[in-house]
């Protein structure tokens, strides 16, 4: 069965400071996508980013890239010149990418808070 | 626009009674998920289906129920609900194996069992 680990549970960055937010999976799967889902004090759950496995180039969306290291199976979100309206909870996410199995499974999250 | 929504977003009830979560997406996706979610173990998945008829346990799914009667509702029955389930239920929707299966997520609702 697939895992998703995110080792810290918690992690604080100086605002406009660069943080990296750790994960890695475990899938005996060749094809599979990657998220990282973001959910703020309001509880609303927000796509920030995701990885196709079939491609080498680590996606990015402004300020928000990930290092995807597909034999390492890991999957690291890098959040550059951080702001407060980035603390929140942060989520990665696995999904298989064929056999219609859509179903995602997520990791335990790492509370991110931001010191103004 | 399209939407998820979950009723009610609160609610408090008793051990032992029957409990019923709403989800209705206008996405049109054929998929559907619910969630919990608890301290120290992030989103765990209790039940989903692809379309309608459709329906499947997920990891924690002993307890709960679910229907799949057209595309827009899945809800979430709680039979029996016990204080164990006190927690924050996320519904979802995603278009399909065809696409990277993003979730659209609804607002949460939080349900305590004293």
């Known amino acids: 069965a697939q895992t998703v680990t995110q080792s810290q549970p918690e992690m604080s960055v100086q605002e406009a400071e660069t943080v990296t937010l750790s994960c890695t999976y475990d899938t005996s799967e060749s094809d599979y996508y990657l998220f990282w889902y973001k959910q703020p004090p309001s509880r609303q759950m927000i796509l920030v980013i995701r990885q196709e496995a079939y491609k080498q180039q680590n996606a990015t969306e402004n300020r928000f890239s990930v290092n995807f290291q597909k034999a390492a199976k890991s999957f690291s979100l890098k959040i550059s010149d951080s702001q407060l309206g980035d603390a929140a909870m942060y989520f990665c996410a696995y999904r298989r990418g064929t056999g219609g199995d859509d179903k995602i499974i997520f990791g335990k999250g790492t509370r991110l808070h931001i010191l103004p | 626009d399209a939407e998820i929504t979950q009723s009610p977003r609160h609610k408090i009830t008793e051990t032992g009674r029957q409990v019923t979560l709403a989800c209705h997406q206008t996405?049109?996706?054929?998929?559907m998920f619910w969630y919990r979610q608890d301290l120290g173990h992030g989103l765990r998945l209790i039940h989903y289906s692809y379309g309608v008829q459709d329906t499947n346990k997920g990891e924690v799914s002993d307890g709960y129920s679910v229907s799949r009667s057209n595309t827009e509702d899945l809800p979430l029955t709680l039979e029996s609900a016990a204080s164990s389930q006190t927690s924050v239920y996320f519904c979802?929707?995603?278009?399909?194996?065809?696409?990277?299966?993003?979730?659209?997520f609804g607002e949460g609702s939080r349900l305590t069992v004293l």
């Open positions: 996405w049109n996706h054929n998929n």
């Open positions: 979802a929707s995603s278009e399909g194996t065809l696409n990277t299966g993003e979730l659209f």
